[in-house]
């Protein structure tokens, strides 16, 4: 083995030769880190890490110095410096240079190999992390520490990483419950199930295979439980070795031909040793690291080549894997060949002839509570050879012991074990002590636990199958009532290794409990002599004071023997006390009890009571045990050879190989008349118990008997009662029945009652919704009026401007006529001046005549005026009476809605318009003959036909238009026959040529053509004022009929 200390260099070589690693430990280097100070001091590593080739490891110590080692290019660089402990590292990322570290500080920091620079700086935890855990595309990260409490409430996270060659992350708690969550959705997968209670540890450690369908769970115990992720359930539980009280760490040694179903677990338990076996055979394959160099942490590459483990003294192993498999299942080779053995009597330097295969003695496989020790024999060549007695196994002597025990007051704690183990030889008979543990636990300790109510368990556990083994060993352990306070401190001492335990007690009831039993089962009255000879050689005052109150052997000597000191010595002055013990003759016990009593005399020779003596004997006193010590050297060296124990107890004899030797230091015959006794005793117990089961059996019979009476008269008794209780139930059920009819008509009348307020409720919304509706058909119908209202208006508007453009086309037309007549007239009136020159004298004479005919004429025209004023008057009365009897129509209409009432009006409405009618032929009748007796045809068509015209655009508008048609249609037929006579008498007046009335002119009476002239003077004069009064009456007759047009619209409407 290598030993390499990287001080504080930067780089250099991890060894300086090739490595061969030994078969037997398989480490290739020992890392160390020391300062180069003036003071140097040990760094020690605290993490180590292996990247994804397998071939790079990374450590970290506490000082923050962080290394990067190649195995295969046998270089280390330092890569940083972060100036404070690392407490996780993982150098398996996406980026093969790089790496992450979790520091004191509580923050993650990822740093390149190469440029030794920052890559990224993280935060959020609020404690140390002290796990990281890496994706296998190394692109993702998970770290743990004990400030993660927020995912399952109050439960503290144990470990959280994401399995081998999947997206699934494992998330494992305080509580024992493990969940599989989904990386990318963090959905939880599937939780595994609680493990049975019969087994039942707190997982502390956990490891999953390369294929990650194996997970691997430990904890405080030495048994490990074996999931299997795909099935989802428990499926081995393997128990290590008792030596195996906690298990630290987990790892599977991966293997390239097993396609990742790795089947050798590395186990690291409490006491350093990391030990490998196999999952499916259960067989333990190898081992690494010892009790003197324990392993705190380990890592294994990724292909299974090497092992780095962090020592508990802060250095750095790297194992080789091939090595340590190399010779598995093989024996060790032999340590010496002795060629041959010569008598006692022959010996010497000279005669002494040893064969030795290689200057270095080659080692069996190390025991597994042993130290690793290569040791070099030679010849002794000044012929100064120690005793062979002095030789012990592993290489020690017994002498060499003893000098550093007298110098040192007592051994090593870290090595007290191993040197007892050497002292006392032990054979570590696997087998034969297997045989009696398979025996079980004898009769004689099966109720220990009320004798020696001990809290742990564990150790009355033990402590009972040690008993059992003894008592298995030799039948009279089983009667022997201070075994257990012999054996107790032991079993303490060696609770973890049963097997030691064992074999140290054996051993010490061997030698130094040699002739105990002689006196069964009275105490040893001749080793209390001895005690008692020496005891009065050294300090007979102290015995003087013994005989004087009373006080025997077997109260100042027994309990310290029978209890080894256990109960007046503390933890470290036994341990002490029995480094001495050990290391010397067995006699070495029997002065200790003397000294004891010499060094306390003080006190005991102030007792005086005998229930003093015996809590002095019982109870840890004031005394200073390297004291005793020294005295008890001093009591072997000065007690005479006569008195003295070594004379009758013999040497140390080990225990033999193999199996067992028998114990038979005890009176056989007492034995057996106690095993008779004992046997008689049982008999008789077994009689007496037999005729007590028969007693008890019939006792059982008669109480059954009457229980079985008992429970049916109680039955009964029930039956009755339930009868009772069942009617009452009966009319407890029909009272509540007809309480709850009651109740359900009363809710029946209640729902009715609901139902019908809710149906008014209905009918109530749906009248409004009607009511609704029909407001809104009214304001649709009110804005359908409005709308036609406002179209009628239009159109009457259009039709007024209609008929002022036909107003203005007849006053046109009339200016013309006019024109035209009174051109014509200029002409005659030129021509009658012509002629009247000639006539001058006829004209004058008839002048007279004229005039009074004037005056008659201008008589009648006024009367015919008046009457036309008249008729006028009474056409207008009357239309104003049609009018209002309409409009009291229109109102009895708007009261009444029924069609017989609206038929009514409307006949009344005609009956009015064919009276109306009636009148206005009549008047229309006198007007024409008037207009006919004054010979004015023209005047009385224009007349006729405007009043007509005038009244037919009236009645155009009008709603009942059949009776409109009629009127309209006789108006024409009155105007047809003005019109016709009209032409008639302008036919008459003109069918006489201009010829012949100016040819008769002249035949005329002169007085009867001045009449005519000035009528036609007369005329000319008087029409245009008739014309204006037949307009005005046109327009009053319009505005009435357009007013009329109204009211039939709105009864449409």
């Not at 398989?26 to 001091?41: F, L, Q, V």
């Not at 008639?984 to 002249?1002: F, H, K, V, W």
Request: with cysteine.
């Amino acid at each position: 083995m290598q030993s390499t200390d990287l001080r504080n260099k930067e780089s250099g070589k991890i060894w300086h030769r090739k490595p061969s690693p030994a078969t037997r430990d398989g480490i290739i280097a020992n890392i160390i880190h020391n300062t180069s100070d003036y003071h140097p001091k040990v760094l020690r590593f605290l993490n180590v890490a292996f990247d994804g080739t397998g071939d790079c490891l990374i450590a970290g110590d506490h000082q923050g110095n962080i290394y990067v080692f190649d195995l295969c290019g046998n270089r280390f660089n330092l890569v940083q410096r972060t100036a404070q402990a690392c407490t996780a590292l993982a150098f398996n990322l996406r980026r093969k240079s790089e790496f992450l570290v979790a520091l004191a500080d509580y923050s993650i920091k990822c740093f390149d190999t190469v440029t030794k620079e920052l890559v990224s700086w993280m935060r959020g935890h609020e404690s140390s992390v002290f796990s990281i855990s890496v994706h296998a595309s190394g692109k993702y990260a998970i770290t743990t520490s004990s400030d993660t409490l927020n995912i399952r409430q109050s439960v503290g996270i144990q470990k959280v990483f994401f399995l081998p060659l999947s997206n699934t992350i494992l998330s494992c708690f305080k509580d024992n419950s493990i969940f599989a969550w989904e990386c990318d959705t963090l959905f939880c997968k599937y939780q595994l199930p609680a493990p049975p209670e019969s087994s039942s540890i707190l997982y502390k450690v956990f490891a999953v295979t390369r294929d990650g369908r194996i997970l691997a769970a430990g904890g405080k115990s030495n048994h490990l439980h074996l999931w299997c992720l795909e099935a989802r359930q428990l499926f081995r539980i393997i128990q290590m070795p008792t030596k195996v009280r906690a298990i630290r760490h987990l790892e599977f040694l991966p293997d390239s031909f097993d396609a990742g179903s790795n089947q050798v677990l590395g186990v690291l338990s409490q006491d350093g040793i990391m030990r490998f076996i196999n999952t499916q055979t259960c067989k333990l394959l190898f081992e690494i690291g010892s009790l003197d160099e324990g392993i705190s942490s380990s890592v294994i590459s990724p292909h299974g080549r090497y092992i780095a483990s962090i020592l508990e003294n802060g250095s750095l192993n790297i194992y080789s894997v091939q090595a340590l498999t190399q010779e598995i299942n093989k024996p060790p080779p032999p340590l010496v060949k002795v060629i041959e053995d010569l008598p006692k009597n022959k010996l010497s330097s000279s005669d002494l002839k040893m064969k030795v295969t290689s200057g270095r003695v080659q080692q069996p496989a190390k025991s597994r509570e042993s130290k690793i020790q290569t040791r070099i024999l030679k010849q002794d060549l000044t012929g100064n050879f120690e005793s062979k007695k002095n030789e012990l196994p592993d290489g020690l002597n017994k002498k060499r012991l003893q000098i550093l025990l007298k110098g040192y007051g007592e051994y090593p704690t870290k090595y007290r074990m191993f040197i007892w183990r050497s002292l006392l030889q032990l054979p570590e008979n696997h087998t034969a002590f297997s045989s009696l543990i398979d025996k079980g636990t004898h009769v004689a300790f099966l109720n220990l636990q009320k004798k020696y109510p001990i809290k742990s368990r564990k150790l009355l556990r033990v402590l009972q199958r040690t008993l059992s083994s003894l008592a298995h060993w030799s039948v009279i352990f089983s009667d022997t009532p201070y075994l257990p306070l012999l054996a107790f401190p032991f079993v303490k001492l060696f609770q973890n290794n049963q097997l030691i335990c064992f074999e140290v007690i054996a051993t010490l009831i061997m030698n130094w409990c040699q002739h105990w039993f002689e006196y069964f089962p009275n105490p040893p009255i001749n080793i209390l002599s001895m005690i008692e000879n020496v005891l009065a050689f050294h300090d007979k005052e102290l015995l003087q004071h013994f005989i004087d109150h009373d006080i025997t052997s077997q109260l100042y000597a027994w309990p310290l023997l029978e209890t080894v000191f256990s109960e007046v010595l503390t933890r470290e002055e036994w341990l002490k006390l029995f480094d001495n013990i050990f290391s010397n003759h067995p006699s070495f016990l029997l002065m200790t009890v003397v000294a004891y009593n010499i060094c306390s005399r003080v006190p005991l020779l102030n007792c005086n009571l005998k229930d003093d003596f015996e809590f002095f004997f019982h109870h840890r006193n004031n005394l200073d045990i390297n004291v005793v010590i020294r005295q008890v050297y001093h009591l072997m060296e000065t007690t005479p050879t006569a008195i003295h124990p070594d004379s009758v107890l013999h040497v140390f004899v080990a225990l033999t190989k193999g199996q067992y030797p028998v114990f038979n230091q005890y009176p056989k015959f007492t034995m057996d008349c106690q095993t008779q006794e004992r046997e008689r005793i049982r008999n008789d117990e077994l009689d007496y118990l037999r005729e007590r089961q028969t007693v008890e059996d019939m006792q059982a019979e008669v109480d059954q008997q009457r229980v079985e009476d008992e429970a049916w008269y109680q039955n009964q008794e029930l039956l009755r009662k339930a009868e009772e209780t069942r009617r009452e139930m009966l009319l407890q059920e029909e009272e509540k029945m007809i309480q709850q009819r009651q109740r359900l008509a009363a809710v029946k009348r209640e729902m009715k009652i609901k139902e019908m307020h809710l149906q008014d409720d209905v009918r109530r919304r749906f009248l409004k919704l009607q009511q609704d509706q029909r407001e809104m058909e009214l304001r649709r119908l009110d804005d359908e009026i409005g709308r036609k209202i406002y179209m009628r208006d239009r159109e009457i508007a259009a039709t007024a401007k209609d008929l002022e453009m036909r107003q203005l086309e007849l006053e046109s037309q009339k200016r013309l006529y006019e024109k035209n007549l009174t051109q014509n007239q200029e002409a005659v009136a030129k021509e009658m001046r012509a002629d009247a020159d000639a006539y001058r004298q006829k004209v004058d004479l008839e002048e007279h005549m004229f005039h009074k005919r004037i005056e008659a004429g201008e008589m009648q025209s006024q009367k015919t005026q008046k009457v036309m004023e008249e008729n006028l008057v009474k056409a207008e009365q009357a239309c104003l009476n049609t009018d209002w009897q309409i409009q009291s129509l229109h109102k009895q209409k708007c009261e009444k809605c029924d069609d017989l009432q609206r038929n009514e009006c409307y006949q009344e409405v005609a009956k009015l318009l064919r009276e109306n009618r009636r009148k206005e032929i009549e008047l229309l009748n006198a007007m024409v003959e008037e207009e006919a007796k004054k010979g004015s045809q023209e005047v009385r068509m224009v007349i006729g036909k405007e009043s007509f015209c005038s009244f037919r655009c009236h009645l155009e508008s009008g709603f009942l238009k059949q009776e409109i048609n009629a009127a309209v249609e006789h108006a024409d037929n009155l105007c047809h026959k003005v019109s016709e006579r009209f032409q008639n008498e302008q036919e008459d007046s003109s069918c006489l040529p201009r010829a012949s009335q100016l040819n008769d002119t002249s035949e005329m009476d002169p007085s009867t053509q001045i009449s005519l002239n000035r009528r036609a003077v007369e005329w000319d004069t008087s029409g245009p004022n008739l014309i204006k009064k037949v307009r005005n009456l046109r327009q009053r007759l319009t505005a009435q009929a357009r007013h009329r047009c109204q009211t039939p619209h709105l009864l449409a409407t």
